[in-house]
Protein backbone atom coordinates (compact mmCIF):
# COMPACT_ATOMS: atom_id res chain seq x y z
CA UNK A 1 0.00 0.00 0.00
CA UNK A 2 3.04 2.46 0.94
CA UNK A 3 4.50 1.07 -2.14
CA UNK A 4 2.02 2.02 -4.47
CA UNK A 5 1.05 5.79 -2.80
CA UNK A 6 5.22 6.42 -3.24
CA UNK A 7 4.85 4.97 -7.53
CA UNK A 8 1.88 7.33 -7.36
CA UNK A 9 3.37 10.55 -6.01
CA UNK A 10 6.36 9.64 -8.44
CA UNK A 11 4.21 9.83 -11.47
CA UNK A 12 2.75 13.05 -10.27
CA UNK A 13 6.08 14.62 -9.92
CA UNK A 14 7.73 13.44 -13.22
CA UNK A 15 4.37 14.85 -15.24
CA UNK A 16 4.33 18.24 -13.53
CA UNK A 17 8.27 18.07 -14.06
CA UNK A 18 7.40 17.10 -17.94
CA UNK A 19 4.91 20.41 -17.91
CA UNK A 20 6.98 22.84 -17.04
CA UNK A 21 10.40 21.60 -18.97
CA UNK A 22 7.81 21.63 -21.86
CA UNK A 23 6.68 24.67 -21.53
CA UNK A 24 10.33 26.33 -20.56
CA UNK A 25 11.43 24.66 -23.60
CA UNK A 26 8.59 25.75 -26.03
CA UNK A 27 8.55 29.37 -24.84
CA UNK A 28 11.28 31.22 -26.69
CA UNK A 29 11.44 35.07 -26.88
CA UNK A 30 13.67 34.72 -30.15
CA UNK A 31 11.19 33.09 -31.90
CA UNK A 32 12.43 29.38 -32.03
CA UNK A 33 16.07 30.06 -32.16
CA UNK A 34 17.84 28.64 -29.35
CA UNK A 35 21.69 30.12 -29.67
CA UNK A 36 22.47 32.06 -26.52
CA UNK A 37 24.02 34.98 -28.09
CA UNK A 38 23.10 38.20 -26.35
CA UNK A 39 19.60 36.77 -24.73
CA UNK A 40 19.44 38.31 -21.31
CA UNK A 41 15.73 36.75 -21.29
CA UNK A 42 14.50 40.07 -22.60
CA UNK A 43 14.16 41.31 -26.21
CA UNK A 44 17.82 41.85 -28.16
CA UNK A 45 18.48 45.45 -29.35
CA UNK A 46 19.51 46.24 -32.57
CA UNK A 47 23.19 45.60 -32.28
CA UNK A 48 22.86 42.43 -30.43
CA UNK A 49 20.92 40.91 -33.40
CA UNK A 50 23.75 42.38 -35.94
CA UNK A 51 26.35 41.03 -33.79
CA UNK A 52 24.36 37.76 -34.01
CA UNK A 53 23.95 37.57 -37.38
CA UNK A 54 27.63 38.52 -38.54
CA UNK A 55 29.14 35.46 -35.65
CA UNK A 56 26.72 33.10 -37.78
CA UNK A 57 28.10 34.38 -41.05
CA UNK A 58 25.27 35.59 -42.44
CA UNK A 59 26.32 38.75 -43.36
CA UNK A 60 29.56 39.92 -44.53
CA UNK A 61 32.21 42.11 -42.75
CA UNK A 62 31.52 45.11 -44.93
CA UNK A 63 27.88 44.56 -44.46
CA UNK A 64 27.95 44.76 -40.52
CA UNK A 65 29.84 48.11 -40.95
CA UNK A 66 27.60 49.19 -43.09
CA UNK A 67 24.25 48.60 -40.74
CA UNK A 68 26.21 49.68 -37.66
CA UNK A 69 27.02 53.16 -39.13
CA UNK A 70 22.89 53.32 -40.02
CA UNK A 71 22.17 51.97 -36.97
CA UNK A 72 24.04 55.02 -35.03
CA UNK A 73 22.91 57.46 -36.64
Known amino acids: MILGLLF ?4 IVTVVWL ?7 FTSTDLGR ?3 F ?5 TSGP ?7 YAR ?7 FHEI ?3 INL
Do not use: F, K, M, P
Request: proline share 0%; aromatic share 2%.
Open 8 to 11: NIGV
Open 19 to 25: IVWLVRR
Open 34 to 36: RDS
Open 38 to 42: GSSGG
Open 47 to 53: REILQGR
Open 57 to 63: GEITREQ
Open 68 to 70: LAD
